[in-house]
């Protein structure tokens, strides 16, 4: 058990922040000013994997880690398509997954943005043209963006973002 | 079909497998494989004796698939995978189209005879769960992807299922039972899979998974290509187990060509391995935490994945170390002076990682929520072939590394851990122990490196062989057949496709909320199971 008293007592065990990533700050940054002035300050997305090999999902979620902490730039991931604004896709979609991928989709309010996040996403990648996917997003409901990478790391994620809330703030 | 020479020690080996199937005769017909397995060919008489021999002698049956054109005999062939301690024996038995089941004596049976129906349209008569498994609803009837008859191309799903076509699930009849259905689209950001809760009250009374949403026709993607192009599709199969498919496919390959790799590739190929097992562990160490509410130990634990991961990509350019790996060694080298970086690294990473297992490991709280939870009892591990740290947290022994040496594991030599509790608890610390055996290991192997060059290029011969090797999930099976230069068949199965099978037994009499942490201290893969 830690003692109580001795926490008093010793040196703060917090670290300082380091600023390890300028660029992934300068995103975040930016990113932030966009969200605010389009979405009313927070963005919700919906993370929805129709096929991937899990690499993506792992970089989704190491932006909620320290590093990134993605939430400070007014991102949050939310539990259903109901809150959400955006529907991040990764992997190529898998017939076995077609259904609950379009019934995700059509849960969600408008207005409503679908980014394709990864190589299989964007087109079906290596699975392209086989018999167990239907092939990239784009193939069940309207792609807005698509972020290609084997998988693409969590700044590329983050920069895609970017461009999306760009986009979406010339629309609006 | 070539064979390798039969050395002495194979004999002696082929007499010990030979009395494993209560019958000595056997002997003389058991042949040695490519990478120190063997094969027997059984007629339909001598199996079913046989099969019960193994089971008395407590064998484990470790894998069951299906190839097309591989006997003269018949159109399929059904090979069985044995293990015992470091024995693998493979049984091949002709199959027409029709064969009787073996799930009543070896459970793991179960979803590997589904598999092989749904893949080749093998009848197993006897079964006692004939569902579909990684081909839902909307495939068409009478569709069977893995025959060479049909071609890799798209199909036309069905639109709709009626409810009458739905999956049926196991129900559980009584006062107060009801289910819960959670998934295939789950509220975090998790892979696919549907969970169906029969609950009294908060107390989980069973659990039936159903997997395969993800199902992306691996196995067929292989075929035709060369075990070179393969690659990719091995690497594709988990992401966070990259490495180890990519060299269960190269060692197979490897062995099957007698191509013998250089040692400095050997060396660097299981210090990725190892990177591999680390980052894997310790994403799964603070998912626990972040499952049981302990921001506090799961930020100590993503940090420090998070700078692996950058260690990654500065040895390999790449933060999963994909396209490193290659048949013949690897793609490139790695760099002195990032060597350097890394053996400074994980020094300090030692260090760093025991400050956060000390804030986790003195909360009791946490601790609290561990302790005998998910319990997965010893007996499950060899029926239901449980693997990896799921195993050695529950008693089990098998770590391929120690009891299959691949690479230079015969060498450098991984410490068995092992813990007899099978809770979460114990999963958590079996992982720990793991993580601070790979950074040391990592260190030996980075202060013994060889110089040299890290790739040998030799042509690809024909033939077959069967590699396996210990992911960070566990035991990862490859059985790779190459004809012509092509991949006729490539049989992955990883240790996930076993271990989500005990989950089902982990959860039983456990209160619904502790299902997140059960799920993510097992870490299982959707992706690799689905394949």
Known sequence: ??????????????????????????????????????????????????????????????????????????ITFVASPRHADVLLVTGAVTHNMAIAAKKTYDAMPSPKYVVAVGDDACDGGIFKGTYAVLGGVDKVFPVDLKIPGNPPTPAAILTGLLALMNKAGKKA | MTHQQTQPGDTKTAAILAELLGSGTFAARITAGQNGEFYLAVTEEEFTPAIESLAARKCVLIGLFCVQDFSPRSRFSLLYVFEKKSSILILIRDCAGTATSIARIFPSANWFERECRDGFGIEFSGAFDKRRLFLHETYPEQFHPLTNETPNRPVTPKKQVAPEEEYPFRTVHGEGV??????????????????????????????????FYKHRGIEKLAQGKTPQECVAVAEAISGDESVAHAVALCIATEKISGISIPPRALYLRTILLELERMYSHLGDQAGMLVDVAFPLGANQFSVLRE?????????????????????????????????????????????????????????????????????????????????????????????????????????????????????????????????????????????????GPVHTDQPVRDGYALSVVESARGQDLCWLWVRNGMIERYKVRTASFCNWQAIEHAVIGEILPDFPVINKSLNLSYAGTDL
């Open chain 1, 1 to 74: 058990m830690v003692n109580a008293l001795s926490c008093f007592l010793k040196k703060k065990v917090t670290e300082d922040l380091m600023v390890p990533d300028e660029d992934v700050e300068r995103t975040g940054r930016e990113l932030k000013q966009q969200i605010d002035a389009v979405f009313g300050r927070s963005l919700a997305i919906r993370e929805l994997d129709t096929g991937s090999d899990n690499a993506t999902e792992i970089e989704v979620n190491n932006l909620s880690n320290p590093y990134y902490d993605a939430e400070r730039f007014g």
């Open chain 2, 178 to 211: 009801y289910q819960i259905p959670v998934g295939p689209v789950h509220a975090g950001i998790i892979e696919p899979g549907h969970f169906r809760f029969s609950v009294i009250g908060e107390t989980i009374f069973n659990l039936e998974v159903r997997m």
């Open chain 2, 307 to 451: 700078d692996l991961m950058r260690m990654n990509a500065i040895l390999t350019g790449s933060r999963f170390l994909r396209g490193v790996v290659t048949q013949g060694g690897l793609t490139k080298d790695i760099r002195k002076q990032d060597l350097q970086v890394l053996l400074d690294f994980i020094q300090k990473f030692t260090r760093r990682y025991q400050v956060g297992l000390k804030i986790v490991l003195s909360t009791t709280s946490l601790l609290d929520r561990f302790t005998t939870t998910g319990r997965i009892p010893k007996e499950l591990l060899r029926p239901l072939n449980i693997t990896g740290p799921a195993g050695r947290a529950s008693g089990g022994k098998v770590d391929i590394r120690i009891s299959h040496p691949y690479g230079i594991y015969d060498t450098v030599v991984p410490v068995p851990r092992r813990l007899h509790d099978g809770d979460v608890l114990a999963r958590f610390t079996v992982k720990a122990a793991e993580v601070l055996d790979s950074a040391r290991m990592i260190e030996q192997l980075i202060t013994g490196l060889p110089e």
